[in-house]
């Protein structure tokens, strides 16, 4: 079962490899630390871990960078892929032989690319790279080495060799060495995945050890802690780590394990890793202190501990792992099926479907049924009503007839309007004209409010046209947009068109029959009442106003028969003998002079009928224009736009440039491809367990 359960994270890790190392992976598993004072044998015990003889070791501060090094497990075909950290040891004791080994090779990542095949160079880089940042003389920099480590004897692990803790400083180091070194130990060991390896040379007084110290700041409760007691060898004789292995020094919940590395002699000497474990083997077995318990001493005992709590840890996150696969493949998955399929299906049919989208989207926006209604904006349908009702509305009922008709222009057309023919009542010949000339100003704003609703149509377009779904086909997205922004330009001529005979017909035919229309004589009584205010007249029984009397008809007309013609005001003041000698009128005869209580009074009648009439006309524009763009533009293009599109893009003859895709979407459906397959694989593998 827990062999199965390493073997299911080293498949787990085989198969999330291709996602590349990083906080992306599920996987966490736990980082191995060394934590300990200098020289105490921290690098010699990763080294004995790991199997292979590649960190530089020695007397005073080697260790000068932390070095993280990820061991990385690549199956070999022969070999099973059941490695756990005891069969290391002993693969790597023959191992050792043969150090030009081709399964198995060291990679720096300040070197990518470079194989080293033989761990001694690997030792060379990682001594050269440490003084190419801290220089020769004992200083120190916490900026990690990364090696990886690539082998089939190995479980993908990271392990993480630290610089010792240090109180003096020497050479190049700074005043606040230990401090510094510190900080950076912690920054390592505060980690939860992190198991601490609390290294202490037998030989040293544990009440001093730095390592347990610093250990039980970040886990007081020794959960991933274990105590490591290097150098049993070099023990005074008589003395031994006996009342330590039992807990009565310093109790630690997961225990010692007392180890002996190879001495600065057996370096020298160069001693192999298999030799050195036998005569730890032997050493503990026939020490008369440890042999009843040699079972629970040696490196072969910590490395068994060290795999207990990698399984434990690997169980408890389990789940954990499971769920974050889960939800990465769910999210490429969406992400995949958002980008769609890969064209498998012809040309015609995804341009068909296209435009088929993008009518639904364009009636959908302009009806008013948009995917996200927002909140804060208005859109589409909405827009188009407020260009209607508010802006076009607010500017038909800002014209005023009146800022271009002057008093005296009512006169002189009063004059000119009846022609040559005395007319009756010439005040409806005169408001005719004027009120046509007034209508005319209807067609400018009327003309803008296609325009506004043509630019509405054209936003509604590139709002459709910026969802995502659209950008799978640029080429076709492009054409789209030309064709349909076209379509428009050439609908806005025959919409101007209607709309200007609307103007037109308001212009030809002035309905004075209209029944909203002011009455002649209710004007007269109006513009009488206004030029001569009749006093109240108090009904002298009650008190109360009586009511004005109403102006009849008749009162008009005898206005009327006082003056036989309108004219006759306007010669009157003329000189006797001028009028005899007839000259002919001026180049430019206008209606000058005061004007009579007539003429005041006939334009202000005319004023107000005009007045009275260009309303009309305001409430017909105001609602008719918007109809007429409703049904010359915004009805025409929902129905046509389909045909449309469909005829110029289905006779374009290099269909399949239109439907190439978007590289952006090639690249980002073939990198979900990938996610999802080596995550699937991934969840297959964790199910397993
Ligand atoms: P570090 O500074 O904690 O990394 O310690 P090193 O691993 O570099 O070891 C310091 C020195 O102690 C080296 O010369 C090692 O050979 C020596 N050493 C480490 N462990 C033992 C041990 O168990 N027995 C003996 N005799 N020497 C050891
Ligand atoms: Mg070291």
Known sequence: MDETLIQTINKLQDALAPLGSGSTSPVDLPQITVVGSQSSGKSSVLENIVGRE????????????????????????????????????????????????????????????????????????IVRETEAKTGKNAGISS?????????????????????GLTKVPVGDQPKDIEKQIRDMIMKFISKPNAIILAVNAANQDLANSDGLKLAREVDPEGLRTIGVLTKVDLMDQGTDVIDILAGRVIPLRSGYVPVINRGQKDIESRKTIREALNDER?????????????????????????????????????????????????????????????????????????????????????????????????????????????????????????????????????????????SLFVGTQAFEVLVKQQIHRFQDPSLRCITLVFDELVRILSQILAQPEY????????????????????????????????????????????PDLLKGSQALAMVQEKLHPT???????????????????????????????FFGGFFSSKNKKRLAAMEAPPSVLKATGQMTDRETQETEVIKLLIHSYFNIVKRTVADIVPKAVMLKLIQQSKNDIQKVLLEKLYGNKDLDSLVKENEITVARRKECKKMVEVLKHASEIVSTV
């Open 54 to 125: 590649f960190l530089p070791r020695g007397t005073g501060i080697v260790t000068r960078r932390p070095l993280i090094l990820q061991l990385i497990n690549r199956r070999n075909s022969s070999k099973s892929a059941a490695s756990d950290l005891i069969d290391i040891q002993t693969t790597d004791a023959q191992g050792n032989k043969t150090e030009n080994n081709a399964e198995e090779w060291g990679e720096f990542l300040h070197l990518p690319g470079k194989k080293f095949y033989n761990f001694d160079d690997i030792r060379d880089e």
């Open 143 to 163: 900026v990690p080495i990364n090696l990886r480590i690539y082998s089939p004897h190995v479980l993908t692990l990271t392990l993480v060799d630290l610089p």
């Open 282 to 422: 032997r050493f503990f077995e026939n020490h008369p202190s440890y042999s009843s318990k040699a079972h629970y001493c040696g490196t072969p005992y910590l490395a068994k501990k060290l795999n207990a709590i990698l399984l434990n840890h690997i169980r408890t996150t389990l789940p954990e792992i499971k769920a974050r696969i889960e939800t990465a493949l769910k999210k490429y998955q969406q992400e995949l099926a958002a980008l769609g399929p890969e064209m498998v299906e012809s040309p015609s049919s995804i341009v068909l479907s296209v435009i088929t989208d993008f009518c639904n989207d364009y009636t959908g926006i302009l009806d008013g049924q948009t995917k996200d209604i927002s909140s804060n904006e208005l859109s589409g349908g909405a827009r188009i009503s407020f260009v209607f009702h508010e802006i076009f509305k607010n500017g038909v009922y800002a014209l005023d007839p009146f800022d271009q008709i002057k008093d005296a222009d009512i006169r002189t057309i009063m004059y000119n309007s009846s022609g040559s023919a005395p």
């Open 471 to 514: 950008a799978r086909y640029p080429g076709l997205k492009e054409q789209i947009s030309q064709i349909f922004i076209q379509y428009l330009r050439e609908s806005v001529l025959p919409t101007n068109t209607f709309v200007e005979d609307i103007i037109k017909a308001e212009q030809t035919y002035i309905n004075t029959a209209h």
């Open 535 to 565: 006093p109240v007249q108090v009904d002298p029984k009650t008190g109360k106003p009586l009511p004005a009397p109403a102006h009849s008809a008749s009162s008009i007309n005898d206005e009327e028969n006082k003056s036989s013609s």
